[in-house]
């Protein structure tokens, strides 16, 4: 290769690498800053092709659209002295890149700044109400208010506050286990209740039934007997009655009966001129 060409081409690529240090893009939804040994020196706004001094100048790209920041959760104290771990979401966007350069330099920073301005709006705003007035309608006007605060910060570094939202708003592990804890032993005291009411009840309805058993059986043992003492009475008038019409039949039969029961499977040594079998004897002598 001859000298002429290869000083061509280093010249060739010479131009092509100025170029390339004076030349940059700013893209439809972007914006740039020209900065010029550090300082800035130009607000780029519109998109296209733009030219800048080669080597003394840099170029810092913004993005213009709404960004999203997803701070993690945090355990926020209510002004009833209840603890909540509070997850946030938060759209901005960059309105003011010189602004911005200057206090926060690059997005990553800007988001480290936007996590504590966040963060501490929602515990500030939070730690006034009450757990109560956060479920109400109240709500609503508890996210303008931390909007409004974050918005007055965020102002501070170069960026528009879009929307600020509560996500999730939970009851810390601990505090749930101690609530599903508290929560069992009641409804265990309640059982304990309910079951010895229960058996409160069943003593009693076994008390009272075992009374009115008692009460029905006593006045059927009454009835039975005054029942009874009307039959022995009749039984003995009727008796009375048949021993005045028929005095030596009624003794008659008598002994008969007297005969039934003290020979029914039993043995008796008696003299046989006793006055027990004086029948026997008549019956004989007939």
């Not at 920041?69 to 010189?98: C, G, S, W």
């Not at 009460?215 to 039975?224: Q, S, V």
């Not at 005045?244 to 008696?270: C, M, T, W």
Request: net charge positive; charged share 30%.
């Amino acid at each position: 290769m001859s000298n002429t060409k290869l000083t061509a081409l280093i010249i060739a690529a010479f131009v092509v690498f100025l170029l390339g240090n004076s030349l940059y893009i700013v893209s439809q939804p972007e914006q740039a800053i020209v900065l010029q040994f550090g300082d800035p020196v130009r607000l780029v706004k519109e998109p296209g092709l733009k030219a800048k001094i080669p080597f003394i100048q840099k170029v810092v790209i913004y993005d213009t659209r709404l960004l999203n920041l997803d701070p993690p959760a945090q355990e926020v104290v209510l002004n009833d002295k209840k603890r909540l771990d509070v997850d946030t979401f938060t759209r901005y966007r960059i309105v003011d890149p010189l602004k911005f350069y200057q206090t926060v330099r690059t997005e990553p920073q800007a988001e480290s700044k936007l996590k504590e301005i966040v963060n501490s709006s929602v515990r500030k705003i939070l730690g006034r109400i009450t757990l109560q007035e956060l479920l109400s309608k109240q709500r609503t006007q508890i996210m303008a208010d931390i909007s409004t605060a974050v918005e007055k910060d965020a102002a501070q570094i170069g960026v528009s506050i879009a929307d600020v939202r509560i996500r999730r708003a939970d009851l810390p592990v601990e505090v749930l286990q101690a609530i599903n804890e508290r929560m069992k032993t009641e409804r265990e005291r309640d059982a304990k209740e309910f079951r010895a009411q229960g058996q409160q009840q069943a003593q009693q309805i076994r008390a009272a039934a075992d009374k009115e058993k008692t009460i029905i059986l006593a006045e059927a043992n009454k009835k039975a007997q005054i029942i009874r003492g009307n039959g022995d009475k009749k039984a003995i008038e009727i008796w009375n009655n048949a021993a005045g019409r028929d005095p030596k039949f009624f003794a008659f039969y008598r002994s008969l009966e007297a005969y039934r029961n003290a020979l029914n499977n039993s043995s008796l040594v008696l003299s046989p001129e006793s006055e027990f079998f004086k029948y026997f004897e008549t019956s004989s002598a007939r």
